[in-house]
């Protein structure tokens, strides 16, 4: 929502990129979180996958801008 109000075509941009930053720092967070619980496994997988084609999402937003 935040990048849809963007002020401009620069800014919507920043955001989506902004996006897919966290998105890849998510993935970085729910594999530290599979070493810690290690019998959440699937789960963690599974949110990873998504999280994962949210990335992919985000970053054909980004590279169609170009």
């Given amino acids: 929502m935040e990048a849809n109000s963007g002020s ?3 800014d919507f941009k920043n955001k989506i990129f ?4 966290e998105s890849q720092e998510t993935k970085h967070w729910l594999r530290m979180l599979v070493r810690c619980v290690p ?3 699937d789960n963690i997988k599974d ?6 084609e ?3 999402i985000f970053g054909k937003i980004v590279s169609s801008l170009r």
């Fill in 39 to 41: 019998e959440r496994k």
């Fill in 47 to 52: 949110l990873w996958k998504e999280c994962q």
């Fill in 8 to 10: 401009s075509k620069k």
């Fill in 54 to 56: 949210l990335t992919l």
């Fill in 18 to 21: 902004i996006c897919k930053k």
